[in-house]
T-cell receptor, first 115, second 119 residues
């Protein structure tokens, strides 16, 4: 079974631009969570989607948004990029109904650099 | 505020030795505690997880010990190998059986421990 895939793997943008990152969950997984990983703040939860609905959101500004499609694939968007948005963005999927419903499997991440 | 505190920040252990990483939490609603292993340039990989109704779980060379009264849990890596050199993260989650609005899909992570196993 293929794992979580994320595209692109690397991105370089300049301040003020916007960016869209994509995530394909493990087949059969309907929940997709997004995290930001930085050396200073560690791994921080951004939001979670299930059945095309955002069910939970972390403490990030409105510039960070996401969506989920009917095939469970998800995208996240960051508008008006700031230098501090440089990070590894990780997507994780989990299977609804699992005994450990938050048993999350991560993709390789998208490394975003904002210049 | 950081809801899961992890220590130490870094650890050097000789091949064949035992690596021990500790985590502490405050929120008694947490009921799912996974550990992740991350290599440079890769995403975190789920290593082992425990629920608070058991005090210990072992998978191969990896063991989680859980102390509910102390609100602490730890990862022991037995017979550490150079290939175990990585960053390890503990995490915690609320409501694994009865999730609520603020717990869907959300893992609270510790700050991470960089483990180096010397040959």
């Amino acid at each position: 079974k293929a794992g979580v895939t994320q595209t692109p793997r690397y991105l370089i943008k300049t301040r003020g631009q916007q960016v869209t990152l994509s995530c394909s969950p493990i087949s059969g997984h309907r929940s997709v969570s997004w995290y930001q990983q930085t050396p200073g703040q560690g791994l921080q939860f951004l939001f979670e989607y299930f059945s095309e609905t955002q069910r939970n959101k972390g403490n990030f500004p409105g510039r960070f948004s996401g969506r989920q499609f009917s095939n469970s694939r998800s995208e996240m968007n960051v508008s008006t990029l700031e230098l501090g948005d440089s990070a590894l963005y990780l997507c994780a999927s989990s299977r609804e109904g699992s005994l450990f419903y938050n048993e999350q499997f991560f993709g390789p991440g998208t490394r975003l650099t904002v210049l | 505020q950081q809801q899961v505190k992890q220590s130490p920040q870094s650890l050097i252990v000789q091949k064949g030795g035992i690596s021990i990483i500790n985590c502490a939490y405050e929120n008694t609603a947490f009921d799912y505690f996974p550990w992740y292993q991350q290599f440079p340039g890769k995403g975190p990989a789920l290593l082992i997880a425990i629920r608070p109704d058991v005090s210990e779980k072992k998978e191969g060379r990896f063991t989680i010990s859980f102390n509910k009264s102390a609100k602490q849990f730890s990862l022991h890596i037995m017979d550490s190998q150079p290939g175990d050199s990585a960053t390890y993260f503990c995490a915690a989650s609320i409501g694994s059986r009865r999730p609520s609005t603020d717990s869907w899909g959300k893992l609270q992570f510790g700050a991470g421990t960089q483990v180096v196993v010397t040959p």
